[in-house]
């Protein structure tokens, strides 16, 4: 066999290239273990870029200027807390509102068909929601559950908004 003849299987490949990315027919994909990044084109002029796979209709909104969806960091902190609840990145969609300054609300939850709303340091009426309420307090609205939540960097080196979370996190997905 020749060395440009060998076939890899794709977890191979995928750990090979952690976190490069790689444009095929114009549609970004990001190889990273249980993450997979879908850019999709419901019309002509609205592309929509997220994190994940939605499985289970779960949006999380962050906010960050300096990346396409959120910093390795942050995405770490977020994947161990997600394992708490039993869920994976595959579960969820995460929607980074700087790609996305345009879309309301409405947009964002019909386009995901979304159940639960976590609003990471984004204020709900950024969001465009036409309620205001605070921190930690699991607020229903127009058939989703919607969680205000401090950003991810702030919950993860404070004790005592993580207990917070965590608290509202186990009513939610009943813990």
Same mark, same amino acid.
């Given at each position: 066999m020749e060395l440009n003849q060998i076939k890899l299987p794709a977890s191979v490949i995928a750990d090979l290239y952690y976190s490069s990315l790689i444009v095929m027919d114009k549609v970004?994909?990001?190889?990273q273990p249980e993450v997979i990044v879908n850019v999709e084109k419901?019309?002509?002029d609205i592309e929509w870029k997220w994190l994940g796979d939605n499985s289970k209709n779960i949006l999380l909104i962050v906010f960050y200027t300096d990346v396409v969806h959120l910093p390795d960091h942050e995405l770490s902190f977020l994947s161990g807390m997600l394992g708490a609840c039993n869920l994976t990145l595959g579960d969820v969609a995460i929607v980074n509102l700087h790609n $996305?300054? +345009? !879309? /309301?609300? !409405? +947009?964002?939850i019909a386009h995901f068909k979304s159940k639960?709303?976590?609003l990471f340091g984004?204020?709900?009426k950024a969001f465009h929601l036409?309620? /205001?309420?605070? $921190?930690?307090?699991?607020q229903p609205f127009g058939n989703c559950s919607f969680l205000f939540s401090p950003a991810l960097e702030e919950l993860e080196d404070d004790k005592m908004l993580k207990s917070k979370l965590w608290?509202?996190?186990r009513r939610i997905f009943n813990i």
């Open positions: 970004p994909v990001i190889f419901d019309q002509p $996305h300054p +345009e !879309k /309301s609300y !409405k +947009e964002l639960i709303v976590f984004v204020e709900p036409p309620i /205001s309420f605070p $921190h930690f307090q699991i608290v509202c996190l």
